[in-house]
């Protein structure tokens, strides 16, 4: 069974300062690997993927994650934070492989960035 | 840009009695699920439909839980009889089958309180 790992509950962030919110998985074989974010009560809203290839992957609103196979991790960073940033985040693993057909997504338990002015 | 709807966004209930969540996925898109999601962790998945089809079910409450998915468009979750246990978000998210494309895009959620 697969699994993630989100170490911090809570990252506290300076406006203008790099990010970086950690994320490591199990899962059998290689995995498919994704970003969301959620406002206050609202839906996920996708950040990026990996799923093969170059192992740093760039998403939606300057955020970028690289894949480390070796350490099973799939950290989310940006290069300067903003205050509209503040959010909470969600790493999520998938098999590659799922002959079932299944393609449910594990989730983190979640971290909330909280970017001060 | 295309959106999966999901209604009531919110909804309070007193136990035992029905609940219904209504979903509709992108347009084009094969693949729905329902993510229950409880305060302070992370959506776990309900229950998953390929077209009208069931694929996974395994973590769906199913002596009280029901979900369908009638002519593979639309969906429908239920509860009945709602226990307080239940109270969380319910999201809707949809994804192609087609492609590369292995995102799932979420609905805006149900939050559900039962009284």
């Known amino acids: 069974a697969q699994s993630v790992a989100q170490p911090e509950d809570q990252v506290n962030v300076a406006e203008g300062n790099p990010l970086t919110v950690k994320c490591t998985y199990s899962?059998?074989?290689?995995?498919?690997l994704f970003w969301y974010v959620q406002y206050p009560n609202r839906g996920l809203q996708f950040l990026l993927k990996?799923?093969?290839?170059?192992?740093l992957v760039k998403g939606s609103y300057g955020f970028e994650a690289e894949f480390n196979k070796s350490q099973t991790s799939f950290h989310l960073k940006k290069p300067s934070a903003l205050v509209s940033d503040s959010a909470l985040y969600f790493c999520?693993?998938?098999?590659?492989?799922?002959?079932?057909?299944?393609?449910?997504?594990?989730f983190g338990s979640g971290t909330r960035l909280q970017v001060q002015p | 840009e295309a959106e999966v709807a999901q209604s009531p966004r919110y909804k309070i209930t007193e136990k035992s009695q029905a609940v219904a969540f209504w979903c509709d996925p992108i347009?084009?898109?094969?693949?729905l699920y329902w993510y229950r999601q409880i305060l302070g962790q992370g959506p776990e998945l309900l229950v998953q439909?390929?077209?009208?089809?069931?694929?996974?079910d395994s973590q769906l409450p199913k002596d009280r839980f029901s979900a369908e998915r009638l002519k593979g468009v639309d969906s429908t979750l239920k509860i009945q009889p709602a226990e307080l246990g239940d109270s969380a978000m319910y999201l809707c998210?949809?994804?192609?089958?087609?492609?590369?494309?292995?995102?799932?895009?979420f609905g805006p959620g149900t939050r559900l309180t039962v009284t």
């Open positions: 998210a949809s994804s192609s089958s087609r492609g590369s494309s292995y995102e799932q895009y």
């Open positions: 899962v059998s074989g290689n995995p498919y």
């Open positions: 990996y799923i093969t290839g170059d192992n």
């Open positions: 999520a693993v998938r098999p590659l492989l799922m002959d079932t057909g299944r393609r449910a997504l594990t």
């Open positions: 347009s084009g898109h094969a693949t």
């Open positions: 439909f390929q077209d009208e089809s069931v694929v996974d």
